[in-house]
């Protein structure tokens, strides 16, 4: 299969869309299909063999963290004509989405838009983007998506959240966890020694630190006794937080092994904003054995289960996120049953069998686009309508299958042009 994806972000920015567009990437490559991306700003121009196309971008108002891709779609259906994909994976579909939604369309390419960020969610933290409003932003949202073959949403939330929006062909597709990089034995007991005391509780948040995530609610865990707080991350807030959380541990930005021995030497994880579609940074944690207590809305719902390996909290009532970590805080038995449970929670959900769920709704995508033209298509000789069907299981074998049979449709279309 060749999988073109247009994706809101990529490297070297790094967050929860560039993690989940390098992961697909890897897994479509190690089976053997072939892949482009087309992403905003500069960085590298190939990624594990497949080219990465970059365009125009910009900075957003109020947010000089995060970048827009501005191409036409004129812009990005050149790419897209001479990749010849067969089928176009819009990651987060925002401004560049838009523009690739257009240009496959053009192109008569089949979609799958992979809703990744609440945008109204994330308006709501920047004073100049809740000028918007949330019904222009899900307004412009749902032009997009109803343009695709097929919506996916990461959670139950979500799902429900799209349908509440009149979003059509909704599937639900989480993400996967690597659970080789995020594993309990990673527990670093010297960089424990360095964040705290003898005896402490180390409770840590993992992420951004960005107004979105309301990293100030642990703020609220400041005076609990036996308790320190561990903050791992960078962004716009992080200024602000080191002034209310004076008397806890920034470790800064962290990848690779740094990021799993962080993860790994935390006992309680804490994720306190209410906008995540998925939350990454929750299932990470939970396969390093981290008990988690994350918000009662969201991605977090699908994967904290209360009582086993964590809890939940509504995260406007600041005193149930205080409960629910002291009683982990004070309770080691608890914590060890839960640590267990967490890993176990997530054993399913490796990235390799999270493609072979996308491959599947790739398959359903373009088994509908297919139907689709069929069904719209003036009557055509055998010839044509041979060119123009796509043999839809086929296409999830690898490039050396698919090879001729592109090139026997071609010769069927040149025939059928003569």
Known sequence: MRVAIITESFLPQINGVTNSVCRVVEQLTRRGHDALVVAPGDGITEYLGAPVVRVRSATLPGNQDSVVGLATWRRVRGPLRDFQPDVVHLASPAWLGKAGMRAAASLDIPTVAVFQTDLAGFARGYRLWRLVGDGMIWSWLGRIHEQADRTLAPSSATMQQLAAHG?????????????????????????RREIAGPGEVIVGYVGRLAPEKRVSALSVLRDLPGVRLAIVGGGPSESALRRELPDA?????????????????????????????????????????VPVVGPNSGGPVDLITPGRNGFLADPDDPAQLRAAVQKLATDPELRAGMSTAARRSVQGRSWAAICDELLGHYTAAIARHTAQRASSAPPTGA??????????????RPRTVQASHRAQSARVRRTQRA
């Open 383 to 396: 010839v044509g309508t041979a060119a123009e069907t796509h043999d839809a299981q086929e296409l999830t």
């Open 167 to 191: 979003f059509p062909r909704l599937a639900r597709w989480g993400r996967g966890v690597d659970l080789i990089r995020f594993h309990p034995s990673h527990r670093d007991e010297r960089l």
């Open 249 to 289: 541990a920034f470790l800064g930005f962290r990848t690779g092994e740094d990021l799993s021995r962080a993860y790994a030497s935390l006992d309680v994880f804490v994720h306190t904003g209410p906008a995540e579609t998925f939350c990454q940074t929750v299932q990470e944690a939970l396969a390093s054995g």
